[in-house]
T-cell receptor, first 116, second 114 residues
Framework: KAGVTQTPRYLIKTRGQQVTLSCSPI?????VSWYQQTPGQGLQFLFE???????NKGNFPGRFSGRQFSNSRSEMNVSTLELGDSALYLC???????????????FGPGTRLTVT | AQSVTQPDIHITVSEGASLELRCNYS??????LFWYVQSPGQGLQLLLK??????LVQGIKGFEAEFKRSQSSFNLRKPSVHWSDAAEYFC????????????FGTGTRLKVLA
């Protein structure tokens, strides 16, 4: 079974631009979560989608948004990019929604975003 | 509040030596517990997980972890480290009730000496 895939793997953007990252979960998984990883802040939870609905949201500004499609694929969008948005963005998928019995996440390789 | 502490930022061991990475959590009930490994430039790979039952959990790549409720710990162990184990290791805690949170520790970077 194929793992979680993320595209693109690397991205360079300029301040003020916007960016869209894509995540395809493991086949059959309906929950997709997004994380931001930086050396200073570590792994921080952005949001979780399950069956096209946002279930949980972390403490990030409204510039960060996401959505999930009927095939469980998810996109994350960051508008008006700032230098501090440079990070590795990780997507994780799960068979069940968070809080469900035996909830566990499987991660993709990440998208490395550099904002200049 | 739910939290995870990995007290060791860096650990260096010789190849063939045993390894123990520490993880302490704070949570009002028994949480779900996980260990992940991340190689440079890669995503996180699930090593093992604890949901309930036997407190000694076996994972992939020869790793094991023991849940100790009295110490609020879930330490990761390996009897003999290989050079390929050099990576960053993250402990994570998943709440089992209330508003769900899945929180990661700050990670422990493992260096293996040949």
């Amino acid at each position: 079974k194929a793992g979680v895939t993320q595209t693109p793997r690397y991205l360079i953007k300029t301040r003020g631009q916007q960016v869209t990252l894509s995540c395809s979960p493991i086949s059959g998984h309906r929950s997709v979560s997004w994380y931001q990883q930086t050396p200073g802040q570590g792994l921080q939870f952005l949001f979780e989608y399950f069956s096209e609905t946002q279930r949980n949201k972390g403490n990030f500004p409204g510039r960060f948004s996401g959505r999930q499609f009927s095939n469980s694929r998810s996109e994350m969008n960051v508008s008006t990019l700032e230098l501090g948005d440079s990070a590795l963005y990780l997507c994780a998928s799960s068979l069940v929604a968070s809080g469900g019995r035996n909830y566990e996440q499987y991660f993709g390789p990440g998208t490395r975003l550099t904002v200049t | 509040a739910q939290s995870v502490t990995q007290p060791d930022i860096h650990i260096t061991v010789s190849e063939g030596a045993s390894l123990e990475l520490r993880c302490n959590y704070s949570y009002g009930a028994t949480p779900y517990l996980f260990w992940y490994v991340q190689s440079p430039g890669q995503g996180l790979q699930l090593l093992l997980k604890y949901f309930s039952g036997d407190t000694l959990v076996q994972g992939i790549k020869g790793f094991e972890a023991e849940f100790k409720r009295s110490q609020s710990s879930f330490n990761l162990r390996k009897p003999s480290v290989h050079w390929s184990d050099a990576a960053e290791y993250f402990c994570a805690v998943g709440a089992t009730s209330g508003t769900y949170k899945y929180i990661f520790g700050t990670g422990t970077r493992l260096k293996v000496l040949a």
